[in-house]
């Protein structure tokens, strides 16, 4: 999913960040992306199904954002807590272009050294 923001001071909506579908009707996306201060859930939006940012797509509306409790901005990422939830108006439509993604069990346990892929938008650092 893309998330928008809205400018409070002038209504115009800008293209933030990105973020996964694990549920019709919740975002996970970046702490980073959600914390600018002053910002309401009505100030976000989220776009489905497209691969380019698009003023003219309609947003799902985000009614609750919920930032890990943990989340220190300072720390860039490492044991941050840099994870954010929104929760939408109402749920997303399924399609062959909009799906959620696949979760592991809760009790899944990774050993130190593996190696895994994540994917997803944006970067922590630059190069």
Known sequence: VGLWIQNPNNDKWVFNCGGSLIHRQWVLTAAHCVKPGGLEPRHFGVQVGQVKPSESDILQNVTEVIVHPNYNPMLKGPGGGDVALLKLAAPVMLSDRVNLVALSH?????????????????DIRFH
């Not at 809760?106 to 944006?122: F, Q, R, S």
């Open 106 to 122: 809760p009790e899944l346990k990774i050993p130190a050294g593996m190696m895994c892929w994540v994917t997803g938008w944006g």
